[in-house]
């Protein structure tokens, strides 16, 4: 079945300017994936109501490019995306990266049913979506990263995600401004590894991705 693609023109271009000035490489075939996303939620959002963003140019921007702008800072095999929402950032980073395996997870029915319909409908084999809290996901394999976009604190992500990793695994939090107030309630146990400020096209506000692992030097309390 073909990709139902947006109607408007002119939004494969925006989105393809600004996959060019992150610096990613891109397919044909992932970009008609990208934008028949976009297409799935702008369809979804008038009744599901997914994001406060009606303007297709401005989810191209706000969500689709943000997502996008980790993706060099991306690591592991096996990934989940906590509070995933509409599916942001799992769902472009499946799109734009095949050979890893992405797990979506919220607690919010209405959301993990377009979630459902979004990995059928773009055939996304190396997606899975998960409706339940996240102390409720006991997942038989450990992640080797967690990824947030609009989850919580860092130090919430920190504290209700640690059983989802493994011991070399990482934390992915992406941000707004510098979290500094929030990394300072980051308990003893983790250490911030990096900090990387993002650029998103036509995106004027600051974003960052803090990165975040068990710190290995911290003493035993056994």
């Given at each position: 079945?073909?990709?139902?693609?947006?109607?408007?023109?002119?939004?494969?271009?925006?989105l393809e300017a600004g996959m060019q000035e992150i610096g990613v490489e891109y397919s044909a075939e992932q970009r008609d994936?990208?934008?028949?996303?976009?297409?799935?939620?702008?369809?979804?959002?008038?009744?599901?109501?997914?994001?406060?963003?009606?303007?297709?140019?401005?989810?191209?921007?706000?969500?689709?490019?943000?997502?996008?702008?980790?993706?060099?800072?991306?690591?592991?095999?096996?990934?989940?995306?906590?509070?995933?929402?509409?599916?942001?950032?799992?769902?472009?980073?499946?799109?734009?990266?095949?050979?890893?395996?992405?797990?979506?997870?919220?607690?919010?029915?209405?959301?993990?049913?377009?979630?459902?319909?979004?990995?059928?409908?773009?055939?996304?084999?190396?997606?899975?979506?998960?409706?339940?809290?996240?102390?409720?996901?006991?997942?038989?394999?450990?992640?080797?990263?967690?990824?947030?976009?609009?989850?919580?604190?860092?130090?919430?992500?920190?504290?209700?995600?640690?059983?989802?990793?493994?011991?070399?695994?990482?934390?992915?939090?992406?941000?707004?401004?510098?979290?500094?107030?929030?990394?300072?309630?980051?308990?003893?146990?983790?250490?911030?590894?990096?900090?990387?400020?993002?650029?998103?096209?036509?995106?004027?506000?600051?974003?960052?991705?803090?990165v975040i692992s068990r710190d290995s030097t911290t003493p035993s309390t056994e």
């Amino acid at each position: 079945m073909p990709l139902k693609l947006p109607v408007e023109p002119h939004l494969a271009p925006i989105l393809e300017a600004g996959m060019q000035e992150i610096g990613v490489e891109y397919s044909a075939e992932q970009r008609d994936k990208l934008l028949a996303y976009l297409q799935l939620l702008i369809t979804w959002n008038k009744a599901y109501n997914l994001t406060a963003i009606r303007d297709p140019g401005q989810m191209i921007r706000l969500h689709l490019l943000d997502s996008l702008a980790v993706l060099p800072h991306v690591v592991g095999k096996r990934l989940i995306d906590v509070g995933t929402g509409a599916g942001l950032p799992g769902i472009p980073l499946a799109i734009m990266c095949p050979d890893r395996d992405f797990t979506l997870l919220d607690s919010n029915g209405k959301k993990t049913r377009f979630l459902f319909q979004a990995r059928c409908d773009l055939g996304l084999n190396n997606l899975r979506e998960i409706s339940a809290r996240v102390e409720e996901h006991q997942p038989q394999v450990a992640y080797d990263a967690v990824l947030s976009r609009a989850f919580t604190s860092v130090a919430g992500m920190v504290d209700k995600c640690s059983h989802l990793l493994g011991p070399e695994a990482v934390f992915l939090a992406m941000k707004g401004k510098f979290p500094q107030s929030e990394l300072s309630e980051v308990g003893k146990d983790y250490k911030v590894d990096a900090s990387h400020t993002l650029q998103v096209p036509g995106v004027d506000g600051e974003r960052h991705l803090i990165v975040i692992s068990r710190d290995s030097t911290t003493p035993s309390t056994e």
